[in-house]
């Protein structure tokens, strides 16, 4: 006999068939506005039909459930994650969360509730397709930039045809977006995808905010010339400056409170017998609040700046995102930590509080709702990775967290004047 959908093995169960949903045989991979995609819409629109919930896709391909609450037509508390995955992926980033938002929509199936409650999978969170992260999350949030129509993926594939050939129509994207007024808050429940909790021997712990980013592409500009015939004192060599600059932002980040990565170094003209010309390196820059980060940035470009000097080098600086902090909305981060008191063995410690490393589909909701997060427990941390893995305790805590964390918001809406 199968697990009930409501339990942690039910939820881990539904995973794993989203797992089969794949572009790869071999590897889970499933990309915004694919046949995959497609095929975990349908799936999970299922299972929320099975939970009692009126379901519909809407303009930007985010998979949606709701059932009303005490009234027609009441605002709405919104569950949910993402369904799309980074190549190579793990079996629950994004999609844990989704599910068990179904089944905690199930759970609460006959309850009295001062709002309708929701359920989304969104369309595309990661960007491993097109290059542009939370392109679901910010259709419905109404932050969507028409710029984007002209991204390609590896093909050449606009997004504006990608959208075609899925069904939807690219003119009507904007009617994915909600009004405030329409909602009554948005909680999502997510793998940490980091150690902390598990150091802390936790199951879960709430989110007080999601990490501001700013990326850039850096470009160091020397001379490119023989190996042999030119000396030490004649050479601008960008490779050896742009090695330099980064350990210098892996110095100042670990000296700091942010996060800073060079996840790309690539050189020109990349011959084995010729010193490089040029090395162009991204970063990755993150922090907790929008001051510390660009602070953070302040100090490195300075420093970067100086390294190229003394070294005879150009440098050039091109931004090429930038995403602001996003702090859960503190009456949510309550409302969570309840109902981890309420579930989790905690004796007489207080609920762990993490500032998110990560960005998450809350950070772009943030724009239109009050928003709140559910960290749980990963092994080692480890995520974007087929090694990911949660065990199922923490999952039973969480399902049992999530539920009582609706209750609390419930509880908390009534008692507004």
């Known amino acids: 006999m199968s697990a ?63 059932r009303e609450g005490a009234a027609p037509g009441q605002p709405a508390l919104v569950l949910g994650s993402h369904l799309d995955t980074v190549p190579d992926a793990g079996s629950f980033d994004g999609m844990l969360g989704v599910v068990m938002a179904v089944a905690v929509a199930e759970r609460l199936r006959g309850a009295d509730l001062p709002f309708a409650l929701e359920v989304v999978g969104f369309s595309d969170e990661e960007g491993a397709r097109f290059g542009k992260a939370l392109l679901g999350s910010q259709a419905v949030a109404g ?23 899925f069904g939807l129509d690219p003119d009507r994207v904007g009617d994915a977006a909600r009004r405030p007024a329409e909602l009554v808050g948005y909680l999502e429940a997510h793998i940490e995808q980091g150690p902390y909790l598990e150091a802390a021997d936790r199951s879960l712990g709430y989110v007080t905010a999601i990490a501001g980013a700013r990326r850039f592409r850096l470009s160091v500009l020397g ?36 996060i800073a990565t060079v996840g790309r170094l690539e050189v020109l003209p990349g011959a084995v017998n ?61 409302a969570v930590a309840h109902g981890i008191r309420a579930t989790d063995d905690l004796g007489a410690a207080e609920p762990m509080g993490l500032w998110s490393r990560a960005g998450h589909d809350a950070m772009a909701l943030a724009a239109v709702t009050d928003v709140g997060m559910l960290f749980l427990r990963c092994a080692d941390g480890i995520s974007h990775s087929p090694d990911e893995d949660v065990r199922e305790v923490d999952v039973a805590r969480g399902l049992d967290a999530f539920e009582a964390a609706v209750r609390s918001v419930a509880a908390a809406v009534r008692s507004r004047p």
Request: charged share 25%.
């Open 223 to 258: 001379e490119a010339r023989h190996a042999g015939g030119t000396p030490y004192p004649r050479r601008r060599d960008a490779l050896v400056g742009a090695s330099e600059a980064v350990v210098a932002v892996e110095r100042l980040a670990r000296a700091g409170d942010a």
């Open 274 to 334: 010729v010193i490089p010309g040029r090395a162009d390196l991204t970063l990755d820059l993150r922090a907790a609040t929008d001051e510390e980060r660009d602070a953070m940035w302040d100090v490195m470009r300075a420093e970067i700046a100086g390294i190229c000097d003394r070294r005879g080098l150009g440098l050039e600086v091109v931004e090429t995102h930038r995403a602001p902090a996003a702090p859960c909305a503190g009456w949510l981060q309550q």
């Open 143 to 165: 932050t969507w930039d028409p710029a984007w129509w002209d991204l390609r993926d590896d093909d050449g594939v606009t997004l504006h045809r990608a959208f075609g050939d």
């Open 4 to 66: 009930p959908p409501t339990s942690a093995a039910g939820v881990l169960a539904r995973c794993a068939e989203l797992d089969q949903l794949s572009a790869h045989p071999q590897h889970l991979e499933r990309l915004h506005l694919t046949a995959e995609h497609a095929a975990a819409n349908r799936l999970t629109a299922g299972w929320m039909e099975l939970a009692g919930l009126r379901t519909w896709q809407d303009a930007a391909g985010n998979q949606w459930g709701r």
